[in-house]
């Protein structure tokens, strides 16, 4: 069974400029949720999607956006880049159901200039 | 504030002892507590879980104490090994919040030959 692919592993944006980061979710799972870990705060939740709804969102600005797919594959956005966007993002996916546990993918780098 | 704490930052541990390692919480709402491994430039692997039922788990080597009086939570590895060096990081949420896992700041531990 396939695990969580996260897309681009890595990438270097201009500040101002604006990113879309993707996750494919483990196959049948219907949850995908967003984190950002940085050095400073650790692994924040960002939000979670569910049928293509988003369900729960952690405390971070409107610039932080995301989607998901009939597939459930998921997008993160994030527009207006700041230099303290700088982190590493990762993906979550589950079932969807209480008490069940979350697989993440690898994460993609970004890097803020 | 920060509601899931893991106060030591680094534990070290010889080879074939003990390690364990620590999480405490404020939030009595909680009911679904996890601990993830993770190595650099990597996603958290998920490795044990419990629930706010038990009061331990064990699978393998690995052992997870819950003590809901004190929030205070505990991974046991027995014994331990060269390849468990990596950042270990306790996560937890209720049951209603499905994909927001809170997670600690993470301890990591170097299992010495």
């Known amino acids: 069974k396939a695990g969580v692919t996260q897309t681009p592993r890595y990438l270097i944006k201009t500040r101002g400029q604006q990113v879309t980061l993707s996750c494919s979710p483990i196959?049948?799972?219907?949850?995908v949720s967003w984190y950002q870990q940085t050095p400073g705060q650790g692994l924040q939740f960002l939000f979670e999607y569910f049928s293509e709804t988003q369900r729960n969102k952690g405390n971070f600005p409107g610039r932080f956006s995301g989607r998901q797919f009939s597939n459930s594959r998921s997008e993160m956005n994030v527009s207006t880049l700041e230099l303290g966007d700088s982190a590493l993002y990762l993906c979550?996916?589950?079932?969807?159901?209480?008490?069940?546990?979350?697989?993440f993918g690898q994460g993609t780098r970004l890097t803020v200039v | 504030d920060q509601q899931v704490k893991q106060n030591s930052p680094s534990l070290s541990v010889q080879e074939g002892r003990i390690s364990i390692l620590n999480c405490d919480y404020t939030n009595s709402m909680f009911d679904y507590f996890l601990w993830y491994k993770k190595y650099p430039a990597e996603g958290p692997t998920f490795l044990i879980s419990i629930s706010s039922i038990k009061d331990k788990n064990e699978d393998g080597r690995f052992t997870v104490f819950l003590n809901k009086s004190a929030k205070h939570l505990s991974l046991h590895i027995v014994p331990s090994q060269p390849g468990d060096s990596a950042v270990y990081f306790c996560?937890?949420?209720?049951?209603?919040?499905?994909?927001?896992?809170?997670f600690g700041k993470g301890t990591k531990l170097s299992v010495k030959p």
């Open positions: 996560a937890m949420n209720y049951g209603g919040s499905q994909g927001n896992l809170i």
């Open positions: 979550a996916s589950s079932g969807g159901t209480a008490y069940t546990e979350a697989f």
């Open positions: 196959s049948g799972h219907r949850s």
